[in-house]
């Protein structure tokens, strides 16, 4: 299990553990948060699941792919990345996640 | 008969959507959500990709956790299929004879795939792909390599044969049209598909219209062409687009045709009745302000969103940029805009490098984009299309000058 806390954009907290296999957005979704769109199901092609990302570990670095449709969001910042390309492997640090506005 | 508040026809993900909206706006009344088949809320796409190819579980396809909608106060009626409205009455009668009462109204019912009406099409081995039944049914007879002819080169066909040309079975694709996806891309886009599924050893038939599925004891044994020409098949897979379900609401009055006209808000010519997604004509800024109906998921979303902001009572027009895409083998396509009434296609870059740009124009102006295994073009041709300047063209086609940087040209 990979230890979450995601910030909604409301500001609210939900902490929870994901199991490892699935992506950063599955979990998300998963747990009922509203505020992640995911349109295009996971296949990086839309951009609609940007977030902020925290990790107290390393993380496996972004895709040529990711690293352009997040140049295409309004506020890219230090951390952003698009959840369903993250994926959680157990015994994974814990990851601390900001939902990014809406576009 | 209960109160039913907002009564919502249809969970696929125009309806999801404005439920989940609803909530989000802080709107507290009743929501109903009646969806004609068994399963909750869930992605379609990946039907004819990942699901397709077992390669993840229907669960990750759901919109939401199954236990969400009880959740968040939204009653989720399955098998509820509508089979008349009376708008007067502000009731629903569905097909079981139940009859629902609503205030407001939003129909996301979608549409029905298309059926091929030749002789022979009510054969076992004919096959659609529209929804989870239907990927099951035909997922259940491909466990050894079958020869399956495709009915219809558009998306949902060309990826039907990427999966199972993949998955080692022998695919004819059966294109009526002159070349594949001709109803959503340029010609130059048809040509390269085109002989990506040949290298894979698709059999892509152009101009070929299907007269007569063959069979025997009851089961497909192959197709007959208008030209006489007989192929053997095991399975026949049709995508040749859907039917707008919009009857009940027609039936009741709503302006319409080609599905039910709606206005920015979603708002159908009922009162308190709305529409979104697949079934919903509306003036497309995109396509010139012409009536128009989008079968995507983005339109689904967005559209659903403008209808749950005007029954939440805080309206927010439809203004959305339409996108697109789909996989196929290693190629990710992304589309921006509509393409409709460009008088000049550029291709940026090589596209025997398998990484290029397709630049639909009108006055050079941008209109619309396909992309193949390019986001960078495609985030900057996105946002080209938003500012709508005219664009030197020597400069758009040139792959070296990022699309982005000619928003300020």
């Known amino acids: 299990m990979v230890d979450l806390v995601i910030i909604d954009r409301a500001g609210s907290a939900h902490e929870f553990s994901a199991p490892g296999g699935g992506s950063l957005m599955e979990a998300v979704r998963a747990q009922g948060i509203y505020d992640i769109k995911a349109l295009c199901g996971g296949s990086c092609s839309c951009a609609t699941c940007h977030v902020y990302v925290e990790a107290s570990g390393p993380l496996k670095p972004m895709s040529e792919d990711e690293n352009d449709l997040l140049d295409g969001v309004s506020e890219r910042r230090e951390g952003s990345r698009l959840a369903c390309q993250i994926v959680l492997a157990e015994g994974m640090a814990p990851l601390r996640v900001t939902i990014a506005p809406e576009e | ?409």
């Open chain 2, 1 to 409: 008969m209960p109160e039913a508040g907002l009564l919502i026809v249809g969970g696929g993900q125009a309806g999801a959507t404005a439920a989940i909206t609803l909530r989000q706006l802080g709107f507290t009344g009743g929501i109903t959500i009646l969806e004609a088949t068994g399963a909750p809320p869930y992605e379609r796409p990946p039907l004819s990709k990942d699901y397709m190819q077992g390669q993840r579980g229907f669960e990750s396809f759901l919109i939401r956790p199954a236990a969400f909608w009880a959740q968040q106060q939204i009653t989720l009626l399955t098998n509820a299929r509508v089979a008349g409205l009376d708008a007067a009455a502000r009731t629903v009668i569905l097909q079981d004879g139940r009859v629902l009462s609503f205030t407001t109204l939003l129909w996301t019912a979608g549409g029905t795939p298309r059926r091929l009406t030749c002789p022979g099409a009510a054969l076992d081995g004919v096959f659609t792909l529209h929804d989870r039944e239907d990927a099951d049914a035909l997922i259940a007879r491909l466990a050894f390599p079958r020869r399956v002819a495709v009915v219809g080169g558009g998306y949902i066909g060309l990826e039907m044969a990427a999966v199972l040309s993949k998955q080692g079975h022998h695919v004819t694709v059966l294109e009526a049209q002159e070349r594949v996806l001709a109803r959503v891309a340029g010609e130059a886009l048809s040509r390269f598909m085109e002989a990506e599924h040949r290298a894979h050893g698709v059999d892509v038939r152009l101009g070929a219209q299907l007269a007569e599925i063959t069979g025997a004891a009851g089961k497909v044994t192959g197709v007959c062409l208008a030209n006489g020409e007989r192929l053997v098949a095991d399975l026949v897979v049709t995508g040749i687009g859907i039917v707008p379900q919009v009857a009940p609401l027609l039936a009741a009055g709503a302006m319409g045709g080609n599905g039910v006209d709606v206005d920015e808000f979603g708002a159908t010519s009922l009162p308190g009745i709305y529409a979104a997604g697949d079934c919903a004509r509306h003036r497309n800024r995109y396509a010139g302000n012409a009536w128009i109906r989008l079968e995507s998921v983005q339109n689904a979303t967005d559209q659903a969103i403008a209808a749950a902001h005007a029954i939440a009572g805080q309206p927010k027009p439809y203004t959305a940029l339409p996108w697109f895409w789909s996989n196929q083998y290693d190629l990710r396509l992304q589309s921006a805009g509509l393409s409709l009434g460009h008088d000049m296609a550029l291709v940026r870059g090589d596209m025997a490098s398998r990484s290029f740009s397709i630049l639909y124009l009108r006055e050079n102006r941008l209109l619309a984009l396909d992309c193949v295994n390019n986001a960078r073009d495609y985030v900057g041709g996105k946002a080209l299309i938003a500012v709508g300047t005219p664009l030197d063209l020597a400069r758009a086609a040139d792959p070296a000058v990022a699309l982005k940087s000619l928003a300020a040209a």
